[in-house]
């Protein structure tokens, strides 16, 4: 199947040949008929798979073919991160190359002044996270009144990170005559709740299993002590000489600490989390795109949207809190049909998330130990690490989730 036999106009497939796709992704495939026929949708696919040409290539199409003089914003993506706003940004404006849309961008974290002059100047496409949207509704700078199609990008994450109330504010300012997109790597009942109140009998798109991981993605656990995991990260990346390596942990302090350790290890290391500056998080992200730095230390909001097509390693350094977490983390490698590996390196108190990660996979990870690293399972007596475990797996749901969202636990068991 070709790009033209979708009904895409010369301009368009002109630009994605400049971009060497040969032809287009099974969500592609799928998406960008129904988006053209103004079907609202509800599609299942994960970052890798070409999710944001599924759905500009058809907006920015029907877009083209009626350009007013008034330049009102016509198509809304909503997504959860500035990174990933800046990645559908870059997505859009080379989709829309040989075009005469207007394509901005607005997100937290950088001054408003300058969104709000490419926003004046007749923006046909915004990309924009949900918190700097609402500023710019609030300030005028954004009129919504003339939107046909909304995306909802990333929607799982969204939700996860708290957007609900500044998505409801947002749709009260929109026409109730529009088409809404929804995108989402994972389904779960907020998800699906969500989604009865956007969408307009939806076509259902799911491009692999739901919740599947990234297709050609290699999963491996090591299991191994919590005071012996960054020896090992070092070793590994060492020893097999990984050359572009992406970290997670569960914390901003931890992933600090990690990238200081590293860099004392040799490794030239640097950490991007939500307490640096949005110039500090671009410089540490086009540092390691570039190959000047080895491995990037990163937790789960900042990494959001990170789009590398090469990417061969992820290492989960602590396992994450939220289950599905983990699809997106080694989501991030495997992409554009390259191959991935990802090592998760798992103490014997995180038992627990792992168990949490093989529900939301619906399969089991095959847990191994790596030579000389062995976890030293004397440090606990059998019985009394089963009652500690319980323990843990009580308090650290708590802790990580907190009082307002008490519900998450069961969302998480529940798929
Ligand atoms: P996405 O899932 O939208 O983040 O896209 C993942 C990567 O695949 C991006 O680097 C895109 O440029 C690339 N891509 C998207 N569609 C195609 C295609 N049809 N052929 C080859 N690469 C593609």
Redesign the pocket.
Known sequence: MSFSSLALNKSLTDA?KA???????PI?QQAIPAVLANKDIMAGAQ???????AFALPILQKLSENIPTERPIRALVLTPTRELAQQVYK?FVRYAENTELNIAVAYGGVSIKPQIDAIEKGADVLIATPGRLLDHIINGSVLLIHLETIVFDEADRMLDMGFKDEIDRILNRLPPERQTLLFSATFDDAIFKLSKTLLNDPELIEVSERNATAAKVEQVVYTVDSDRKRELTSFLIGSKNWQQVLIFTRTKQGADALSKEMCKDGIKTQSIHGDKSQGARDKALAEFKEGKTRALVATDVAARGI?I?DLRYVINYELPYIAEDYIHRIGRTG??GNDGLAVSLMSPSEVWLLEAVEEVLDSRLMQQWYPGYEPDLTKTEPSARKNTLGKQKKQGRQKAFGDKNKSRPNRQRRR
Do not use: F
């Not at 971009?19 to 992704?25: H, K, N, R, S, V």
């Open positions: 994605v971009l060497g796709y040969q032809q287009p992704t592609q970052t890798g798979t070409g999710k944001t040409a997505s789009d097509n992409r554009a």
